[in-house]
């Protein structure tokens, strides 16, 4: 039998939490402890994120996110595992928009995104002590 005068077994809205979209993507977070570091995000809701970093983070410590699509924003680890972390922004995360420019991504700090052909060396090469033009007695070989 229930009881209709008995709380609810949910949480109200406010306290409830934000249905997560799982994505992969690269992005960048920046505390005074690490400075700025890439790091790979695995899943995203409307009020925070998850993901994996290189160095383990701190419960509590405040970093800047640096999503693809969206002004850096403020937010505050909420949980960690190892190098695995949870993240409550300030602001509201627009999963559409990341999903918008995740073709553009954020490039990292130190990933080179150009390239050029470079033609081989038209130089002649020689090694030393060597010479091209006269065969010598007992040395077997290509003329020059």
Known sequence: MSNPEATPASATSADKRQPRQSRLVKAALACARLGQFDVTIRNVSETGLGGQAPAALILGER????LPGHEPMLGT???????KFGIQS????????LRAAHGSGAPAANVFTGFE???PLSASVRR????????RPGQFGRKS
Not at 63 to 66: L, Q, S
Not at 90 to 97: G, H, M, Q, V
Not at 128 to 135: A, C, F, I, K, V
């Open 63 to 66: 970093v800047t996110i640096f």
């Open 77 to 83: 680890v909420r949980w960690v595992a190892d190098t």
């Open 90 to 97: 300030d602001k509201l995360i627009e999963p559409t928009r």
């Open 117 to 119: 052909i470079m033609p």
């Open 128 to 135: 030393p002590g060597l010479s091209l033009g006269t065969n």
